[in-house]
């Protein structure tokens, strides 16, 4: 294996997300792309699995009106709590 430049190489390394304001100055063509976090299938799972699980155990530690749940976007899971319907 050849080393690359470390220009490259840092490249690399950086989070690719950490540069996207500077589309904000680039030309209209540019300012209309999109760009998201990507996740396999596998990843959402699993991080889906540990949110629920971490809403069943604070449901268990408080019990009261209120019950726990997740809700979001499958990148931006959140624990919530909501109040018990009657």
């Known amino acids: 294996m050849t080393d690359r430049p470390p220009s490259y190489q840092s490249l690399l390394n950086s989070d690719p997300t950490e540069s996207l304001y ?3 100055n680039a030309n209209r063509h540019i300012q209309q792309l999109s760009v998201t976090h ?16 971490e809403a069943k155990q604070k449901e268990r530690e408080e019990t009261g009106e209120y019950i726990w749940q997740v809700r979001g976007a499958p990148g931006s899971l959140k624990v919530v709590r909501l109040r018990q319907r009657q």
Do not use: G, P, Y
């Open 38 to 53: 990507d996740m396999t299938k596998n990843e959402r799972s699993k991080i889906q699995r540990k949110k629920v699980e």
């Open 22 to 24: 500077k589309l904000a």
